[in-house]
């Protein structure tokens, strides 16, 4: 059972434009969101983060918006950039923090 | 500090064989969770261990297996491979305790292809 989806497969985007990637959850005993980005042939790394208490956490141009009513969220990228071209994995966790409920990815190209 | 190590890093088996991957985290983290990487279905959770002790399991076959040592380090058995366990598989780290937000340090994972 897929708690946590993330419905749009791919996205393409140009240089300097948004990226907003989409995520959306089930399980309403989710606590803390995460985002984490992968590159080919290396391991997730951890991107941004978000409280259930927060709506919104901003790092740099990566920005989180949480909807917990909608149970949804979502990462923009402002600017985009050609190394932010990678697979991002919307990911939650309950009161068991070192399990992580991941969606399926979405795969970013940023176009030149 | 040095990062979560994963070997093998690649392999090949064939069906009805058993592979042993194995992890090991960065220091001082006492928490390692193992994942199962697939196209198409994102990250599963198979088990996680703590000093040494099993916290919590995904919903895997009992072919999948785990354990953690005393220094840490942790290995996953499957056991009588089947072709669907083609997959990478991802090793993370964190400290694991209570309060910890969940944010996971993960290894390059080891890509696992069944014949």
């Known amino acids: 059972d897929q708690q946590v989806k993330q419905n749009s497969p791919s996205l393409s985007v140009q240089e300097g434009r948004i990226s907003i990637l989409n995520c959306d959850y089930t399980?309403?005993?989710?606590?803390?969101f995460l985002w984490y980005k992968k590159y080919p042939a290396e391991g997730p790394t951890f991107l941004i983060s978000?409280?259930?208490?927060?709506d919104k956490n901003e790092d740099g141009r990566f920005t989180v918006f949480l909807n917990k009513s909608a149970k949804h969220l979502s990462l923009h990228i402002v600017p985009s950039q050609p190394g932010d071209s990678a697979v991002y994995f919307c990911?939650?966790?309950?009161?068991?923090?070192?399990?992580?409920?991941f969606g399926a990815g979405t795969t970013v190209t940023v176009r030149a | 500090k040095a990062g979560v190590t994963q070997t093998p890093r690649y392999l090949i088996k064939t069906r009805g064989q058993q592979v042993t991957l194995s992890c090991s985290p960065i220091?001082?983290?006492?928490?390692v969770s193992w994942y199962q990487q697939t196209p198409g279905q994102g990250l599963q959770f198979l088990f996680e261990?703590?000093?040494?002790?099993?916290?919590n399991k995904g919903n895997f076959p009992g072919r999948f297996s785990g354990r953690q040592f005393s220094n840490s380090r942790s290995e996953m058995n499957v056991s009588t491979l089947e072709l669907g366990d083609s997959a990478l598989y991802l090793c993370?780290?964190?400290?694991?305790?209570?309060?910890?937000?969940?944010?996971?340090?993960f290894g390059e994972g080891s890509r696992l292809t069944v014949l």
């Open positions: 399980n309403s005993m989710f606590d803390y």
């Open positions: 978000i409280s259930s208490i927060k």
């Open positions: 993370a780290s964190s400290l694991g305790q209570r309060g910890n937000t969940g944010e996971l340090f």
């Open positions: 990911a939650a966790s309950g009161h068991l923090p070192y399990k992580l409920s």
């Open positions: 261990y703590f000093s040494e002790t099993q916290r």
């Open positions: 220091s001082g983290h006492r928490s």
